[in-house]
C-alpha cells in the first residue's frame, strides 16, 4: 500500500530557504546544481575567483562539502588537494567527498555529513527515518549511542551499515520525497512511518507528537501511517504506538511523563488542562490533569524552565493553581525523576488521596 503524502509546509525546518515539494511522478531528485539550473559538473569558474575560492563558493552551497571530481573541476590540481588535505584546510569525510573547513575545527554539522553521503552515493540517495526527523526539527530523538548515524535510502539497494552510516534498500515513491537546500529527504509522513520502525517505543511515540504538535502531519492521517506499514519489519510490534500518540504534548519530556503513567494505569484524564481565577480567566494550562481526581502535574524541562523569567511565571502559575476556587494538588517534574518511575506513580497516588481529603473537608456538614 503506497505511503500517504503530507505536503511539506513552508518554514519548518530553517528560516532561510523552505522546503520545495516534487510532485507527484516527477522527474527523480536533481544534482546538485548552479541557480542558472546547470549541474556543477558543467558550471564553468566563476570569472575573476581563483581555483580553490571557486572551490570554497561552491562547497558553500553544498553545505561546506564538494566532490573530488567536482574540485578538479574547479581548476585545482591533484598536488593541491592532497596539500591540501595534508594541511588539514579539508578533510576526507566520505570516499572521494571533501569537507572544507579552514581553520574552523569543528566537527561537521548533520546537513553536512547528510549532503556527503549523497554526494557519495549519487542522486538517488535520499535522507530516511531518524536523520530525515532530524532534519524537519521533529523532538523525541535523544543523545546516544547511533544517534549521530545518517540513515540514507537508496531505493533498490540492500541494506548496510558502514561507519556513521546506514543504508536501507527501501522502495521510496518518488512523491514521498522532498527538497531542502540541496538536501533530499523524505516528506514528514514518510519520515515518521521510517521512523517509527527503527527507534523504541518512547522515542518513536515522542517524534510523533512533535511532528503533530508542529503541524507537519494530522492526527487524522495516523491511521493511514500505521497500515501503510503493514508488511514492513516491526510493523506488528510497533502498530500500538500511534495510538498512544497525542499532539497536546508541547516537549519530549511531557510524551515521556505521559506514557509512564500510561504505563501504570493512571493515563492523564487530559492534556494542556485550563486552570481558571474566580473570575474565570484562565491563568494557566497544566501539562497533565486528573481533574476528577484535582490533581495536575507540570513537565519542567531542564532548559526554558531553568531562566529567571520563566521561574518567575512558573511560580505565579503554580501559586495561581493551588488557590484556584477549585484548588487542585499539584506536582512538577523534573528530567532526572524519570529514573525513578514509582516515586512518580507514588506521588500522584498521593496526591489524589490528599485531594480527596481536603475535598472531604471542605464540604459543607
Not at 481558571?276 to 481526581?293: E, F, K, N, Q, Y
Request: charged residues 20%; aromatic residues 6%.
Amino acid at each position: 500500500m503506497p505511503h500517504p503524502v503530507v505536503p511539506a509546509p513552508a518554514g519548518t525546518t530553517a528560516p532561510r530557504k523552505p522546503f520545495q515539494r516534487h510532485g507527484q511522478g516527477g522527474p527523480a531528485c536533481p544534482q546538485p546544481s548552479n541557480r542558472a539550473g546547470a549541474p556543477w559538473s558543467e558550471t564553468p569558474i566563476l570569472a575573476g575567483m581563483s581555483e580553490l575560492s571557486s572551490a570554497h563558493a561552491l562547497a558553500a552551497t553544498q553545505h561546506g562539502v564538494l566532490t573530488r571530481e567536482q574540485a578538479l573541476q574547479c581548476g585545482l590540481s591533484e598536488h593541491r588537494l592532497g596539500r591540501l588535505l595534508r594541511t588539514g584546510q579539508w578533510s576526507r569525510i566520505r570516499t572521494g567527498v571533501y569537507f572544507v573547513s579552514p581553520g574552523c575545527g569543528e566537527a561537521p554539522a548533520l546537513a553536512t555529513r547528510v549532503m556527503a553521503a549523497q554526494l557519495a552515493y549519487g542522486p538517488r540517495a535520499v535522507a530516511v527515518g531518524p536523520t530525515a526527523a532530524r532534519l524537519w526539527r521533529m523532538q523525541g530523538l535523544l543523545p546516544g549511542p547511533g544517534h549521530e548515524t545518517v540513515h540514507l535510502g537508496l531505493p533498490g539497494g540492500t541494506r548496510a551499515r558502514r561507519q556513521g552510516l546506514s543504508l536501507h534498500g527501501w522502495s521510496i515513491d518518488p512523491g514521498q520525497v522532498t527538497l531542502y537546500n540541496g538536501i533530499r529527504l523524505t516528506t514528514p509522513a514518510r519520515t515518521l512511518c521510517d521512523t517509527v520502525l527503527l527507534t523504541d517505543r518512547h522515542s518513536a511515540v515522542s517524534v510523533i507528537d512533535s511532528a503533530l504538535q508542529r503541524g507537519l502531519v494530522h492526527h487524522d492521517d495516523l491511521e493511514a501511517l500505521s497500515r501503510a506499514n503493514t508488511g514492513r519489519a516491526c510493523a506488528r510490534r510497533t502498530q500500538p504506538w500511534w495510538g498512544l500518540t497525542d499532539g497536546r504534548s508541547h516537549s519530549t519530556f511531557e510524551t515521556r511523563l505521559r506514557l509512564l503513567c500510561y504505563d501504570a494505569g493512571i493515563a492523564p484524564e487530559t492534556l494542556q488542562h485550563p486552570v481558571r481565577d474566580a473570575a474565570g480567566t484562565v491563568i494557566g494550562h497544566a501539562d497533565l490533569a486528573w481533574p476528577s481526581w484535582g490533581v495536575v502535574v507540570e513537565a519542567d524541562g531542564s532548559g526554558p524552565h531553568r531562566l529567571p523569567d520563566a521561574l518567575f511565571a512558573d511560580r505565579y502559575r503554580q501559586n495561581a493553581m493551588v488557590t484556584a476556587p477549585q484548588p487542585l494538588v499539584l506536582l512538577r517534574f523534573a528530567w532526572r525523576d524519570l529514573h525513578r518511575p514509582r516515586d512518580i506513580v507514588a506521588m500522584i497516588h498521593q496526591a489524589r488521596r490528599s485531594a480527596a481529603t481536603r475535598a472531604a473537608a471542605d464540604r459543607p456538614p
